[in-house]
């Protein structure tokens, strides 16, 4: 995306200069009111073509620091082209794309499950009935009971509110290091760019989990949901940091880049408005990637007991129905241990499929599409749920856009 | 040459940069390890014990002589550390580098073969599936990849134990090879080996291969548009030729840093699976000794991963430079 789509005049030049507009997000928005009555009249248009030459259409000539927009508009129509933009179109794209809308659709079961969730189902307890009831028994307990006669319904949508802090917490940590270090070297380049990516790729050398273990074990810290998140993603910023930086190496040469820095617009506004958001689909997917690491190794980390907790979660469930029900050995308890493992993939299948299709969201020629459906209702379904080969488009597309998936 | 000498220098460099870590662990945290192992041997050898003799015990514990200064105690325990020396485990009494020692080579072999199993098949059946792009095999492969790509490990692994190891009995539920069988390179050792191997090592393949198969795909489609390939194709070159030099070459290149990041990750969840299955390797030992406050196991332990790994993502690296010619340069030119 263009940094400056939110000033219409620049990105009218934007488009082309050949003065054609062709902006879809203006023609959605506006319409034809908003193009000058005559075009002969209007000024030259200078700019640079790809490559770097100058260029004019050939216009009466008025100085390019004389111009004027050639057509404004209210801040109604403002207003309405920021909804358009930014909330109606990603939406529609999401729910265009069964695999992003399926993956919103679970991790906003989960949120709803850990917001609401907590203050409709009893709080978990002893004895609340029969002792290691089984799965779809009774109607009470839907889930079955442990080996004290704890509800598993009760105690795993009890434990959702701390897990989704550890998750945010972890991906937040690890994505915004990831993301300033890697585009600051790779945009700087030169001796920061050396020693920060000397001390990222030793970060990178260094097992994360195990080194999650001995801290947590060494600092004897508390068992909040924040801290484990990060801890968890201690290193996990080092990855990422090395991907953004190589994007970086590409994006700095482009032309917008180098008009930016001609204009002499600062280094750290240059990262932030001209390079950052460019990768915000690729920073997008990794966010959701990371959370469903932290999700992956907390519970893989609590099910060993070697992470403090607070209240019991899901890791925790699991280490009590093996370790000490037996439900590996025994089909008794087996209800014990399949819920929260249920729970945890289907979770991490809602994060897998949202990041699939967070590339969508921002992919700029998904968008315009969308964005020009409000004005002439769609040139042909371009994303008809359910449509094998609109699917199979969109998956091209998204699988040939990252390389670094998951692993 | 230079781009070598680098590599190999900073691979040091990281093992040091632990090693110091680990030290900075165990000796300088108020509260920590060293205050919980005097107190212990306090407790084991009652009140009579002279200050000496306890620091006698903890330097023979950590291979740190507590009543030094700092820095002599730091060159100490890196030179006790570069002789294999690693200290005594608190809990099973004998030095740490004999009980991990004999780990390392199991723990390797179980992410060595699940890494390479997991790649091999997610490259081959990613491919497969970008040549049929669009089919319904494709459709349901990528679905079943994206459901493999969110399962974790243990969780194919606890199911594996329950019902082929304890229910259908098919598999050995612990242990790294039958005990009876006397240990060497004969036939009926190596099988009980992979038997008691197989059920690790697929749980991790199986869910890594998803995610694998994923990338492959996609960037195997991406490759299928390109100019060059039009232009191979012109040339005449064989389908065969194509294939593989043109289209899987440039697929499972950038996927060559996915799979350094993922000899980590394989690391890292080898400690789960290894608990899972009680095999005795590296990981095994590290929660036991956490668990009985082991320190000297426990930091041994995570310094020998450490070493393990850097040695891996350091050949890997080193490879990649050597496949794709491209990556020795970089962008090291100062800027902006």
Same mark, same amino acid.
């Not at chain 1, 009590?320 to 993939?345: C, D, E, K, N, Q």
């Not at chain 2, 060293?34 to 212990?40: I, N, Q, V």
């Not at chain 2, 593989?244 to 980590?264: D, H, S």
């Given at each position: 995306?263009?940094?400056?789509?939110?000033?219409?005049?620049?990105?009218?030049?934007?488009?082309?200069?050949?003065?054609?507009?062709?902006?879809?997000?203006?023609?959605?928005?506006?319409?034809?009111?908003?193009?000058?009555?005559?075009?002969?009249?209007?000024?030259?248009?200078?700019?640079?073509?790809?490559?770097?030459?100058?260029?004019?259409?050939?216009?009466?000539?008025?100085?390019?620091?004389?111009?004027?927009?050639?057509?404004?508009?209210?801040?109604?129509?403002?207003?309405?082209?920021?909804?358009?933009?930014?909330?109606?179109?990603?939406?529609?794209?999401?729910?265009?794309?069964?695999?992003?809308?399926?993956?919103?659709?679970?991790?906003?079961?989960?949120?709803?499950?850990?917001?609401?969730?907590?203050?409709?189902?009893?709080?978990?307890?002893?004895?609340?009935?029969?002792?290691?009831?089984?799965?779809?028994?009774?109607?009470?307990?839907?889930?079955?009971?442990?080996?004290?006669?704890?509800?598993?319904?009760?105690?795993?949508?009890?434990?959702?509110?701390?897990?989704?802090?550890?998750?945010?917490?972890?991906?937040?940590?690890?994505?915004?290091?990831?993301?300033?270090?890697?585009?600051?070297?790779? &945009?700087?380049?030169?001796?920061?760019?050396?020693?920060?990516?000397?001390?990222?790729?030793?970060?990178?050398?260094?097992?994360?989990?195990?080194?999650?273990?001995?801290?947590?074990?060494?600092?004897?810290?508390?068992?909040?949901?924040?801290?484990?998140?990060?801890?968890?993603?201690?290193?996990?910023?080092?990855?990422?940091?090395?991907?953004?930086?190589?994007?970086?190496?590409?994006?700095?040469?482009?032309? &917008?880049?180098?008009?930016?820095?001609?204009?002499?617009?600062?280094?750290?506004?240059?990262?932030?408005?001209?390079?950052?958001?460019?990768?915000?689909?690729?920073?997008?997917?990794?966010?959701?990637?990371?959370?469903?690491?932290?999700?992956?190794?907390?519970?893989?980390? &609590?099910?060993?007991?070697?992470?403090?907790?607070?209240?019991?979660?899901?890791?925790?469930?699991?280490?009590?129905?093996?370790?000490?029900?037996?439900?590996?050995?025994?089909?008794?308890?087996?209800?014990?241990?399949?819920?929260?493992?249920?729970?945890?993939?289907?979770?991490?299948?809602?994060?897998?499929?949202?990041?699939?299709?967070?590339?969508?969201?921002?992919?700029?020629?998904?968008?315009?599409?969308?964005?020009?459906?409000?004005?002439?209702?769609?040139?042909?379904?371009?994303?008809?749920?359910?449509?094998?080969?609109?699917?199979?488009?969109?998956?091209?597309?998204?699988?040939?856009?990252?390389?670094?998936?998951?692993? | 040459?230079?781009?070598?000498?680098?590599?190999?220098?900073?691979?040091?460099?990281?093992?040091?940069?632990?090693?110091?870590?680990?030290?900075?662990?165990?000796?300088?945290?108020?509260?920590?390890?060293?205050?919980?192992?005097?107190?212990?041997?306090?407790?084991?050898?009652?009140?009579?014990?002279?200050?000496?003799?306890?620091?006698?015990?903890?330097?023979?514990?950590?291979?740190?002589?507590?009543?030094?200064?700092?820095?002599?105690?730091?060159?100490?325990?890196?030179?006790?550390?570069?002789?294999?020396?690693?200290?005594?485990?608190?809990?099973?009494?004998?030095?740490?580098?004999?009980?991990?020692?004999?780990?390392?080579?199991?723990?390797?072999?179980?992410?060595?073969?699940?890494?390479?199993?997991?790649?091999?098949?997610?490259?081959?059946?990613?491919?497969?599936?970008?040549?049929?792009?669009?089919?319904?095999?494709?459709?349901?492969?990528?679905?079943?990849?994206?459901?493999?790509?969110?399962?974790?490990?243990?969780?194919?692994?606890?199911?594996?134990?329950?019902?082929?190891?304890?229910?259908?009995?098919?598999?050995?539920?612990?242990?790294?090879?039958?005990?009876?069988?006397?240990?060497?390179?004969?036939?009926?050792?190596?099988?009980?080996?992979?038997?008691?191997?197989?059920?690790?090592?697929?749980?991790?393949?199986?869910?890594?291969?998803?995610?694998?198969?994923?990338?492959?795909?996609?960037?195997?489609?991406?490759?299928?548009?390109?100019?060059?390939?039009?232009?191979?194709?012109?040339?005449?070159?064989?389908?065969?030729?194509?294939?593989?030099?043109?289209?899987?070459?440039?697929?499972?290149?950038?996927?060559?840093?996915?799979?350094?990041?993922?000899?980590?990750?394989?690391?890292?969840?080898?400690?789960?699976?290894?608990?899972?299955?009680?095999?005795?390797?590296?990981?095994?030992?590290?929660?036991?000794?956490?668990?009985?406050?082991?320190?000297?196991?426990?930091?041994?332990?995570?310094?020998?991963?450490?070493?393990?790994?850097?040695?891996?993502?350091?050949?890997?690296?080193?490879?990649?430079?050597?496949?794709?010619?491209?990556?020795?340069?970089?962008?090291?030119?100062?800027?902006?």
């Amino acid at each position: 995306m263009n940094p400056t789509d939110d000033r219409a005049s620049v990105d009218a030049e934007d488009a082309g200069s050949d003065g054609a507009v062709k902006d879809p997000l203006v023609d959605a928005v506006g319409g034809a009111d908003v193009r000058p009555a005559d075009a002969r009249k209007r000024s030259a248009i200078t700019g640079h073509d790809r490559h770097g030459q100058a260029v004019t259409d050939g216009g009466e000539a008025v100085s390019q620091f004389e111009q004027t927009a050639e057509f404004t508009m209210s801040k109604g129509e403002r207003r309405r082209q920021w909804l358009e933009e930014k909330l109606l179109a990603p939406a529609r794209i999401v729910w265009s794309d069964w695999r992003a809308r399926t993956g919103l659709l679970v991790v906003s079961f989960y949120l709803l499950m850990g917001i609401v969730g907590p203050h409709v189902v009893a709080a978990p307890s002893p004895n609340q009935g029969r002792r290691l009831l089984g799965a779809f028994r009774s109607l009470e307990h839907p889930f079955g009971t442990t080996a004290s006669g704890v509800d598993l319904l009760s105690q795993t949508v009890h434990a959702t509110p701390a897990m989704l802090l550890m998750l945010a917490s972890g991906a937040v940590f690890s994505v915004v290091l990831g993301t300033a270090i890697g585009t600051t070297s790779g &945009y700087k380049g030169g001796r920061f760019d050396s020693i920060a990516m000397t001390i990222n790729d030793m970060a990178m050398t260094i097992p994360g989990l195990p080194l999650t273990i001995v801290l947590a074990s060494v600092l004897q810290i508390e068992g909040h949901p924040i801290v484990i998140g990060i801890l968890i993603t201690i290193n996990a910023w080092a990855g990422l940091a090395r991907a953004i930086r190589s994007q970086v190496l590409t994006l700095r040469e482009s032309e &917008y880049v180098e008009a930016s820095r001609i204009m002499g617009i600062s280094t750290p506004k240059i990262v932030l408005g001209d390079i950052v958001p460019n990768l915000m689909p690729y920073i997008t997917m990794n966010f959701v990637q990371q959370a469903r690491m932290v999700i992956f190794g907390s519970v893989g980390l &609590y099910f060993l007991g070697v992470l403090p907790y607070t209240s019991t979660n899901w890791g925790v469930m699991m280490d009590a129905a093996v370790h000490r029900a037996g439900a590996t050995s025994s089909l008794l308890a087996i209800h014990w241990l399949l819920v929260p493992m249920f729970t945890v993939i289907a979770l991490a299948f809602g994060l897998t499929l949202l990041a699939q299709g967070a590339d969508r969201i921002f992919n700029p020629r998904v968008r315009a599409r969308h964005a020009e459906t409000i004005e002439g209702e769609g040139e042909g379904g371009d994303g008809d749920p359910g449509d094998g080969t609109s699917t199979t488009d969109a998956m091209e597309k998204n699988a040939g856009g990252t390389t670094t998936g998951g692993i | 040459m230079n781009y070598v000498l680098k590599r190999l220098g900073q691979a040091v460099l990281t093992v040091l940069v632990v090693v110091s870590f680990s030290f900075a662990l165990i000796r300088l945290l108020p509260g920590g390890p060293m205050d919980y192992l005097r107190a212990k041997i306090i407790e084991q050898g009652g009140s009579d014990l002279s200050q000496e003799a306890i620091n006698m015990r903890i330097e023979a514990q950590t291979g740190i002589t507590t009543d030094e200064p700092i820095y002599v105690q730091y060159v100490d325990y890196m030179t006790g550390l570069l002789q294999g020396d690693f200290g005594q485990s608190v809990w099973f009494g004998d030095p740490v580098a004999e009980i991990i020692g004999p780990a390392i080579p199991w723990t390797v072999f179980l992410t060595g073969t699940a890494l390479f199993l997991g790649f091999l098949v997610g490259i081959s059946l990613g491919a497969f599936m970008a040549y049929k792009e669009g089919s319904r095999f494709d459709v349901g492969a990528t679905g079943v990849g994206l459901f493999l790509n969110s399962t974790p490990n243990y969780v194919v692994a606890l199911l594996g134990l329950t019902f082929l190891g304890y229910q259908l009995e098919l598999f050995p539920t612990g242990g790294r090879y039958a005990s009876e069988l006397t240990v060497g390179f004969n036939l009926p050792f190596l099988l009980s080996v992979l038997h008691h191997g197989a059920l690790p090592i697929l749980s991790m393949a199986i869910v890594a291969f998803g995610g694998w198969a994923l990338n492959m795909r996609g960037n195997s489609i991406r490759i299928l548009g390109e100019d060059f390939l039009r232009v191979a194709r012109l040339r005449g070159l064989s389908t065969r030729r194509i294939a593989i030099r043109y289209v899987a070459r440039n697929a499972i290149l950038p996927m060559y840093t996915g799979l350094m990041i993922a000899i980590g990750t394989a690391f890292g969840g080898a400690i789960i699976i290894e608990n899972i299955f009680a095999y005795p390797g590296v990981g095994f030992y590290m929660i036991q000794s956490i668990n009985s406050r082991d320190y000297p196991l426990m930091m041994g332990a995570f310094i020998l991963i450490t070493v393990a790994m850097v040695i891996g993502i350091t050949i890997a690296d080193l490879t990649y430079g050597w496949i794709d010619p491209r990556a020795r340069g970089g962008g090291s030119r100062e800027s902006y």
